[in-house]
């Protein structure tokens, strides 16, 4: 499974990255390579069934706590 993951992915940035290399989109290249790591990253720990933190939790502690911020 694993394998196909990373195959998936290769082939994801060999079709994307040559192009953003080509036209000299260098923003364009970093925000893509961020997002892909992010993505595989998250991808690898659901296949290896490791729990994953949910963003959620901590967007309401930023909101609530920090922020004041409630909603009724």
Do not use: C
């Not at 082939?11 to 000299?24: A, F, Q, S, Y």
């Not at 993505?39 to 967007?59: Q, W």
């Amino acid at each position: 499974m694993i394998v196909l993951l990373s195959a998936g992915f290769v082939i994801l940035v060999l079709m994307e990255g040559p192009g953003l290399i080509r036209e000299k989109s260098w923003r364009e290249l970093v925000a893509y390579s961020v997002l892909m790591s992010v993505a595989f990253a998250v991808s690898l720990l659901h296949i290896l069934h490791i729990e994953i933190p949910n963003p959620v939790r901590d967007t309401q502690y930023l909101v609530q706590g920090l922020l004041r911020l409630s909603y009724r």
